[in-house]
């Protein structure tokens, strides 16, 4: 079955980077958009990112815009996302996501909780930013 195992979590200061790493398995990965989501404490789950299966095409919410790269390498199943610039509003835990089947990955922050019971996602890291 589909697997899905991110990684790259820490503890950082404002204003570091990090970056997140999602291993993936169990399904063709070079034919799927994936994603990237997090919860922050007391809030509601947020969309973060969005990428196409050839990686090509990107899309991110608009407060990691600038701050955020999304990537993958389809030779090695892996999803990344690149963070800089980080801030105490970025703790959180992140999650990687697959789109149930064929469909496309989250452009805004719409149908998320449906998300979470039809697509993939993993168990997620924490990042925690603090000084």
């Known amino acids: 079955q589909v697997q899905l195992v991110e990684s790259g979590g820490g503890l950082v200061q404002p204003g570091g980077s990090l970056t997140l790493s999602c291993a993936a398995s169990?399904?063709?990965?070079?034919?799927?958009?994936m994603y990237w989501i997090r919860q922050a404490p007391g809030k509601e789950i947020e969309w973060v990112s969005s990428?196409?299966?050839?990686?090509?095409?990107?899309y991110y919410g608009d407060f990691v815009k600038g701050r955020f790269t999304v990537s993958r390498d389809n030779t090695k199943n892996a999803l990344y996302l690149q963070m800089n610039s980080l801030n105490t509003d970025d703790t959180a835990v992140y999650y990687c996501?697959?789109?149930?089947?064929?469909?496309?990955?989250?452009?805004?922050?719409?149908?998320?909780?449906?998300?979470?019971?039809?697509?993939?996602w993993g168990q997620g890291t924490q990042v925690t930013v603090s000084s």
């Open positions: 990428i196409n299966p050839a990686g090509s095409v990107t």
């Open positions: 169990g399904f063709t990965f070079n034919t799927y958009w």
């Open positions: 996501g697959k789109p149930r089947d064929y469909t496309t990955a989250p452009v805004n922050q719409n149908g998320l909780a449906q998300r979470r019971i039809r697509d993939a």
